[in-house]
């Protein structure tokens, strides 16, 4: 199974920016996929989480702010960021919980975008 990530780039404050994510490979489905992400010199986060059952969760900093969802090909998602600040510059990993076709569960990481806010 692989995980890519696009989107990401150079924006200004209060700019916004579109995500994309795309798993590909041995899937039966998808449970849950979700973007995490890492600044320098900090841990990585839990930024927003959609389940197969169309539920998602947000992180308190970016509610209001980005908006996670699935595209037409269920094994695409996408996170609408608005409202940037500074502080959202950070490498964005999108993570899938997949279910292959060979019935095991596991969860696959794509290799990452970077997102910058600067004016």
């Known amino acids: 199974v692989q995980v890519v990530e696009s989107g990401g780039g150079l924006v200004q404050p209060g700019g916004a920016l579109r995500l994309s994510c795309a798993a590909s490979?041995?899937?039966?489905?998808?449970?849950?996929m979700a973007w995490y992400r890492q600044a320098p010199g900090k841990q990585r986060e839990l930024v927003a989480a959609?389940?197969?059952?169309?539920?998602?969760d947000y992180a308190d900093f970016v509610k209001g702010r980005f908006t996670i969802a699935r595209g037409n090909d269920k094994n695409t998602v996408y996170l609408q960021m608005n409202s940037l600040t500074p502080e959202d510059t950070a490498v964005y990993y999108c993570n899938a919980r997949v279910l292959t076709t060979g019935s095991i569960i596991d969860s696959f990481w794509g290799q990452g975008t970077q997102v910058t806010v600067s004016s």
């Open positions: 490979g041995s899937i039966f489905n998808i449970p849950a």
């Open positions: 959609l389940h197969l059952r169309g539920d998602s």
